[in-house]
């Protein structure tokens, strides 16, 4: 059985004699019975507090289990992205690589081509040179050729005579 303020403001002492003084026996029950009420009200206000913390506490438990979930979420969200990127990365590497092997091969197409150009324009230049060098020479030969004046001079007194 709890004892409240009430028991005691209530309670009766038997007389006896020589027993105490009844008005310092009442007065210190008052002051007991006033202790108790604020222990009372004390302790009901922090029952109150208590479950009002509770609360809260659950309420930041439930906060503290959803930002967990959403880390966990965004942790693999994360992740997923960085597969991702990885995959476009190597995608776009490998692209590159394609995109560099076949320019490789067109400039060595393109250089065997000049080369082979260049060695045909070479020997077309050496048989150019060759055939303008016997045209010189043919040349050369007839007008060493002495007899050249004369048969020019016949011709003109050919056609002075006729």
Sequence with gaps: MTLTPLDIQSKEFGKGFRGFVQEEVN???????????????????????????????????????????????????????????NKEAELIRREAEKDASR?????????????????????????????????IEAQLSTLEMENWMQEEEEEVQEERGA
Excluded: C, P, W
């Design 27 to 85: 007065d210190y029950l008052d002051r007991v019975s006033k202790e108790l009420e604020s222990l009372i009200k004390e302790n009901l206000d922090l029952k109150t507090q208590i479950s009002k913390l509770e609360e809260k506490l659950g309420h930041y438990s439930k906060i503290e289990e959803t930002l967990h979930n959403a880390i966990i979420v965004a942790q693999e969200t994360a992740e997923e992205v960085k597969r991702n990127a």
């Design 103 to 135: 320019m490789i091969e067109d400039a060595r197409y393109k250089a065997s081509r000049i080369l082979s150009e260049h060695d045909e324009l070479y020997k077309q230049a050496q048989i150019f040179k060759m055939r303008f060098r016997s045209l």
